[in-house]
Structure formats: structure tokens, C-alpha cells
């Protein structure tokens, strides 16, 4: 009868991995350390478990390196626009355009057209 047990549990947690929901991971565990437990008597549910787990382990790997991936991006956008903005933010005298009458408008231009350039770019190359 616990070996019926076990195998319903562990197709409940691989029917939940493949639906792309949450699993309860206090049962996953749990049911991990009675399949060693039994591992004599148990070995080919165990060996489905492990497998699973591996299943699991690379879902979360792959969420994680999307989100990397997607902060990386953005901080690679952001990066120059914080630079412009440093230098054109110093309190000096000989700062590109400060005294130019245009000067302003040429800073929010090469700013703007960095990110659209910089957001195409990664676009083009399909990053984002």
C-alpha cells in the first residue's frame, strides 16, 4: 500500500511541474526523504524523483536568467544616459554645449536618440 502512496504522490508533484504550477516544496522534500528512506525497496520511484527535481532546478534556471538577462539590458541602456548626464551635470565652465543657446536641446537629443538606438539594437538582434 505505501509503495501506491508514493507513486500517486509523485505523480501529483510531476503532474504539477508539467502544468507549470507552484510546488509545495516542504512535500517535494518530504516525499524525497521517504523515497530514500525506502530506497532499497523504492529505487525506480526514486530515480523518477531525482529526475524530476533536475526538471524543476532548470525551470527555476531558466526564470532566473530571463530576469538576468532583462537587467542586463536595461542597466546597458541606462548606462550612458547616466554618463551624459555626469558630465553634463559637472560644475564647470568648459562642459560641451553649456553655453551653447541650443545646448540643452542637443543634450536631450543625444540622450534620447542613445536609447532608441541602444533599444533598437538589442531589439534587431532579438535580446529583448
Known sequence: MEREQLEHRLMKIESTIFEGKDVDVK??????????????????LLELFLILEAMLDKQHNDLLN?????????????????????????NFDDVPFLNS????????????????????????NKWI
Request: aromatic share 22%; net charge positive.
Open 27 to 44: 512535500e517535494f522534500y518530504t516525499l524525497k526523504k521517504e523515497l530514500i528512506k525506502n530506497k532499497p525497496f523504492q529505487n525506480d
Open 101 to 124: 543657446h541650443h545646448g540643452f536641446w542637443i543634450f536631450t537629443v543625444l540622450t534620447i536618440g542613445t536609447a532608441i538606438v541602444m533599444y533598437f539594437y538589442f531589439k534587431k
Open 66 to 90: 530571463k530576469r538576468l538577462n532583462l537587467l542586463t539590458i536595461w542597466s546597458t541602456i541606462f548606462l550612458p544616459l547616466s554618463f551624459y548626464t555626469g558630465i553634463f551635470g559637472m
